[in-house]
């Protein structure tokens, strides 16, 4: 069985001290120093979401002004493809339009000397005859 004895007592005031001591010394301290370490992780972590959710936002941010310039540009191209296209309408209307007047005014030409050239020979036909005749008789 256990004595309980003097000695017994000048052990566990013995062990108190350590304790305490040990505590004042070395418990508190790496406690202490835990606790700094989880408020300087957790105050990182905290950093680290609000810089993603920083960048986050930034990126959409960027696609939709992304977005937007795609729809301005592709409304410009098509703006100006329309305007074009108008342009190569007038420009091909009025060309066809001159390629008309010249035909007309040409076969107009043409068709005035075609009948200088008839009425010409038309004078000149009972003479020919005439010749053709003399050849043809001998």
Do not use: H
Request: aromatic letters at 6%.
């Amino acid at each position: 069985m256990i004595d309980l004895d003097s000695t017994f007592f000048i052990q566990f005031l013995n062990f108190i001290i350590t304790l305490v001591v040990l505590n004042f010394l070395l418990i508190r301290p790496i406690r202490d120093i835990i606790s700094r370490r989880n408020d300087a992780m957790s105050a990182m972590v905290d950093e680290a979401e609000n810089f993603t959710n920083s960048a986050e936002g930034k990126l959409k941010n960027y696609q939709k002004q992304l977005d937007e310039a795609r729809i301005a540009g592709t409304e410009k191209r098509n703006g100006l493809k329309d305007e074009g296209t108008a342009q190569e309408k007038g420009i091909l209307s009025a060309a066809g339009e001159q390629a008309s007047a010249t035909l007309k005014a040409e076969r107009e030409t043409v068709a005035g000397e075609v009948r200088t050239a008839m009425d010409g020979l038309k004078g000149q036909v009972d003479a020919l005859a005439g010749k053709a005749a003399d050849k043809v008789l001998g």
